[in-house]
């Protein structure tokens, strides 16, 4: 049987939310829905790229909140063409675009209108700015390690919820310092916590890293069109995450 999340159709689903975002009044409700499954997954990324350009705080919330208002208001994803790649980077040039012009330096009051697709009085973007991103002077590196980092926190939370649903959670809580490689126990204290052999132990790590490896690539197939930008964009997030 296919593991679920291996896919090798792609279609896509970042570029089909593009898609799914017209200015047909018919289909504003999907749109609505669209952009807003595409600020959950990159509204940060693209508010770290905004500070980093030099914004203030106040300035990058209502310019990362104008970017997606203004994309659904001049259905400004209509011209995206899937075929071009990494969705990763097409968004990027669109916000490079945005913020290259002199819309929203004329039209403060209009930042988004009255439509809010991010509340971020309930995210404290500022906070996790502060204490997660680290500084650089390239604004485009920057972006992309939180999207390397907003990835692999989507895979684990995914992998998470699948080992709850089994009643695994005290094992994978037990083993996931093996997939991030941060405050990983010795095997033989994980065997004594989890009452399980060494031997056991290795198969379950070996399982979860199979699974989690699967989850990233599935993540990523949502935003490229095909195998090779796929294994591209797994070597470039590892990439990202081993820069310092």
């Given amino acids: 049987m296919k593991d679920p999340a291996g896919p090798r159709q792609f279609v896509t689903t970042h570029w089909s939310l ?6 047909d009044e018919a ?5 609505r829905a669209a952009l807003e499954e595409l600020c959950r997954a990159y509204w940060y990324p693209l508010y770290a790229f905004v500070r980093g350009r030099g914004y203030s705080a106040v300035d990058a919330q209502d ?15 209509a011209s995206a063409d899937r075929e071009r790649g990494r969705f ?5 040039g669109a ?4 913020l290259a012009n002199e819309w929203h330096r004329s039209q403060t009051q209009k930042r988004g209108g009255q439509v809010k697709f991010i509340e971020f009085d309930a995210v404290d973007p500022e906070a996790r700015y502060a204490g997660v991103s680290e500084p650089s002077d390239n604004p485009e590196l920057l972006f992309d390690r939180e999207w390397a980092l907003q990835t692999i926190s989507g895979a684990l939370q995914t992998l998470r919820d699948e080992m709850a649903k089994t009643g695994k959670s005290e094992q994978f809580d037990a ?16 065997a004594a916590r989890l009452g399980m052999s060494e031997g056991a132990v290795k ?5 979860l890293r199979q699974r989690y490896r699967n989850l990233l690539r599935a993540a990523i ?24």
Avoid at 175 to 190: A, F, M, N, Y
Avoid at 203 to 207: M, S, Y
């Fill in 175 to 190: 083993l996931k310092g093996s997939l991030t490689g941060e405050d990983e126990l010795p095997r033989e204290q994980i």
């Fill in 63 to 77: 310019l990362t909140q104008a970017f997606f208002a203004r994309l659904i208001e001049t259905s400004g994803f």
């Fill in 221 to 244: 197939a949502e935003t490229v069109s095909n195998e090779a930008d796929l294994d591209d964009e797994m070597r470039y997030l590892i990439a990202v995450l081993r820069r310092r």
């Fill in 88 to 92: 990763r980077s097409y968004l990027l």
């Fill in 95 to 98: 916000m490079k675009h945005f």
């Fill in 203 to 207: 198969v379950a790590v070996h399982r």
């Fill in 18 to 23: 593009v898609g799914a975002v017209t200015s």
């Fill in 27 to 31: 289909s504003q409700t999907r749109a």
